[in-house]
């Protein structure tokens, strides 16, 4: 069975961290990509970060560059989402999910310009709740 736990989220003050986890299962974890979304009441879904599990190479959010930090440890199937500095606009649910990037995926080559764009993604996480307060 295909799962992805995204678990860390919480109540924060502004200027604050936190550290987001999702643990994947049911899947070659170095064949996929681990993306971070997230969405506030009234928003869109946000493309936060990437990570490929592969190469190793990540992605991000114009919005979040230099605050966040995506990390991936191989031997516990796990993805890290560090995020320091928070702000009240990042208040929302974060959900982590994954594409699959395997080299006979068309994917593969494509991650660059699709990492952000949700329908992209084969498996979801449940989200994890961020409140960042002011």
């Known amino acids: 069975e295909v799962q992805l736990q995204a678990s860390g989220g919480g109540l924060v003050q502004a200027g604050g961290s936190l550290r987001l986890s999702c643990a994947a299962s049911?899947?070659?974890?170095?064949?996929?990509?681990i993306g971070w979304f997230r969405q506030a009441p009234g928003k869109d879904r946000e493309g936060v970060s990437c990570i490929n599990n592969s190469d190793g190479r990540t992605y991000y959010a114009d919005s979040v560059k230099g605050r966040f930090t995506v990390s991936s440890d191989g031997a516990s199937n796990t993805v890290s989402l560090q995020m320091d500095s928070l702000k009240p606009e990042d208040t929302a649910v974060y959900y982590c999910?994954?594409?699959?990037?395997?080299?006979?995926?068309?994917?593969?080559?494509?991650?660059?310009?699709?990492?952000?764009?949700?329908?992209?993604?084969?498996?979801w996480g449940q989200g994890t709740l961020v409140t960042v307060s002011s």
């Open positions: 999910a994954a594409i699959e990037i395997a080299p006979h995926s068309r994917k593969v080559l494509l991650l660059p310009r699709i990492w952000s764009l949700d329908y992209e993604y084969n498996y």
């Open positions: 049911g899947f070659i974890f170095r064949d996929y990509a």
